[in-house]
């Protein structure tokens, strides 16, 4: 059954343009069933899992000489983020996209990185989760040039040369890796780096990772591109970057790397902590003179992403369940954010938020959604965002990482600021010019984002059984570190 | 191993040209030569002097052969190249029809 994660959105690119030489409208039709039903396998995983781990091996052939899929605990939490915000994102594009010229282009290459995205994901060989890697980068280069104005092109442009030198720093460590042990799967290369140690390449190969993957998921001395690729595409490609793809791209693929096949240790521990709190602090101040609507909401996505990174590098059980559960809540308030925006934009064609003004009388619906995210990604209880950060602030005083917790704690406090701003200048305030004609946005777009502000006050509340059924599956998966090749490999 | 550190000095100058040019052709260059020189690594991983393509064949057994595996990733990570030399090809073009210009100075309307 694990292949279906990767044939039903590849099947569904491959007929999307033929689609829509028939009729625009089955475009639409054919990307909502491969997005609901890519939910429903999804959510289906949890159930696969509990009875242990599942490997697929691609035409028969076993681990060390095929390539092999494997569904753990990671995995299907990494699932579950994909396609929730992927098919919510393609809900929302049905409205949307009627402003762009060519929607099964956008379709086409929408399912093209939800293959990536799954495959990525699902892979159990590194040479693998590189092609599917390329698949996901060269879709979001291409959706973020979708709209082929001067500031796109050049925003997707300055993400194309970053992305390409992230990629080719991480093909050089595969290669190298692969010179030493000359085997790809994933697992048996753990192996054979116990059974035969080489610190100095592996001490290489580790820097190169984590360079490459940093500059993926735009950590913050790497993170130039971001800030203009993420407000350039689509409000919904908008949802999909800085909702899942920086973090499956950088931030998953880094993990598995780190903690299953190389093996984690406090150097690496304290090269992530320390990229967290720079990521948390310099974003969150990047972000607070912003007015450019988007632009603000891709700043946080840099220091959120420090939140996850750090709690991940602490290392401890906590830490771990901590950074996990944080990915899941900032996949859903921030894609719902990235919506919001694109609803406005879409009413009022305008981002500039000194521009906006009194939109919570005029787009309930926007507004109050808005607020749930908002809310959310500051930490205010019962809503999600605080108890992951909650988990994370507690992890780290137990590790004794003082400055790290309290650098928690200050961003939280000013990414409240910061939000304060955003509804008091989008949503509450008098309007300078009240212009009657601003409407309420379609159907699905409505829709898409009550979905998600619905998940966010729903995983706030019922926390702990969540964090049982998803979180804490996931987290083993890291913590068992290197002993996941023998799980794989059955030795 | 002077194969290999040539290589590596390949990829650097081709890292280099991509970040530092000014010219948005000449970083499309560059990017061809990074790709260039981490398949050349790949190949020389697989390399063994005086071995022949491991071929099945019923008359002889082939003893001494160069690995196989890396020259088979190295055709998909050729095709990969190709899709992004193509969309970055693609994005200059749009580029200069936008900005009337190559040089990535003049082409600076995203600033903070």
New interface residues.
């Given amino acids: 059954m694990l292949p279906i994660f990767v044939i039903i959105p590849l099947g569904c690119a491959f007929l999307m343009p033929i689609a829509g030489k028939l009729r625009q409208g089955f475009c639409q039709v054919l990307a909502n069933i491969c997005g609901l039903s890519l939910l429903f396998f999804s959510l289906n995983s949890i159930h696969w899992l509990k009875s242990g781990l599942k490997i697929y091996y691609l035409g028969g052939w076993q681990p060390p000489f095929g390539i092999c899929m494997v569904l753990d605990g990671l995995t299907v939490l990494m699932l579950l983020v994909v396609n929730i915000i992927g098919s919510m994102s393609l809900l929302y594009s049905v409205d949307y996209i009627r402003k762009f010229t060519s929607p099964a282009f956008y379709y086409t290459l929408f399912c093209l990185l939800l293959a990536g995205l799954n495959g990525m994901v699902i892979s159990g060989d590194l040479f693998n989760l590189f092609v599917f890697l390329e698949i996901t980068s060269i879709a979001s280069y291409s959706l973020v040039a979708f709209g082929t104005e001067a500031e796109e092109l050049e925003a997707a442009f300055k993400y194309l040369v970053l992305g390409s030198v992230a990629s080719s720093l991480i093909l050089l460590a595969i290669g190298m890796l692969l010179g030493h042990v000359s085997t790809l799967n994933m697992a048996d290369i753990s192996r054979s780096l116990s059974n035969s140690a080489a610190p100095d390449l592996v001490f290489y190969c580790l820097a190169l990772f984590i360079a490459g993957f940093a500059l993926k998921s735009g950590l913050v001395p790497f993170h130039a591109w971001l800030a203009d690729a993420h407000p350039a595409a689509p409000a919904p490609m908008s949802a999909m970057l800085s909702g899942v793809v920086i973090k499956t791209m950088g931030v998953y693929a880094l993990c598995r790397v780190i903690f299953n096949i190389i093996g984690f240790n406090s150097a690496v521990s304290s090269v992530l902590t320390w990229l967290g709190i720079i990521s948390m602090a310099i974003g969150v101040l990047l972000a607070i003179g912003q007015w450019d609507f988007k632009r603000l909401l891709a700043y946080h996505s840099i220091s959120q992403i420090g939140y996850v990174v750090f709690g991940i590098g602490l290392g401890t059980p906590l830490g771990i369940a901590g950074g996990l559960f944080h990915l899941f809540n900032h996949s859903l308030f921030k894609s719902l954010l990235f919506l919001n925006s694109g609803s406005v934009e879409f009413s009022t064609a305008t981002r500039r938020l000194d521009k906006l003004g009194g939109l919570s009388s005029q787009m309930p619906v926007t507004s109050a959604t808005s607020l749930v995210a908002s809310l959310s990604i500051a930490g205010i209880p019962p809503l999600c965002g605080f108890w992951s950060k909650l988990l994370i602030i507690i992890a780290a005083f137990q590790a004794n990482n003082f400055i790290g917790g309290w650098v928690c704690i200050a961003v939280a406090m000013v990414t409240l600021a910061s939000f304060l701003k955003v509804q008091k200048y989008a949503f509450n305030r008098k309007a300078k010019e009240v212009s009657s004609n601003i409407k309420e946005v379609p159907f699905f777009m409505l829709l898409a984002m009550v979905v998600l502000a619905i998940l966010c006050i729903a995983i706030g509340l019922w926390f702990w059984p969540f964090m049982e059924l998803v979180i804490t599956p996931a987290a083993n998966v890291l913590l068992e570190g290197t002993n996941y090749a023998k799980s794989i490999l059955g030795v | 191993m002077s194969l290999y550190v040539l290589c590596f000095i390949l990829?650097a100058i081709g890292?280099y040209c991509?970040?530092v040019k000014k010219n948005?052709v000449k970083?499309v260059v560059g990017?061809g030569i990074?790709?260039y020189a981490?398949n050349l690594?790949?190949i020389l991983?697989g390399y063994r002097p005086g071995a022949e393509a491991p071929i099945l064949d019923p008359n002889r057994v082939i003893t001494d052969f160069v690995?196989p595996?890396?020259q088979a990733?190295i055709l998909?990570?050729i095709v990969?190249g190709l899709?992004?030399t193509a969309?970055?090809v693609a994005?200059?073009v749009?580029?200069y029809e936008?900005?009337k210009t190559f040089d990535i100075d003049e082409?600076?309307?995203?600033r903070?």
């Fill in positions: 990829f890292i991509l970040l948005l970083k990017l990074a790709e981490i690594f790949f991983l690995d595996l890396p990733l998909t990570s990969i899709g992004v969309l970055m994005i200059v749009r580029l936008k900005y082409i600076r309307r995203l903070g």
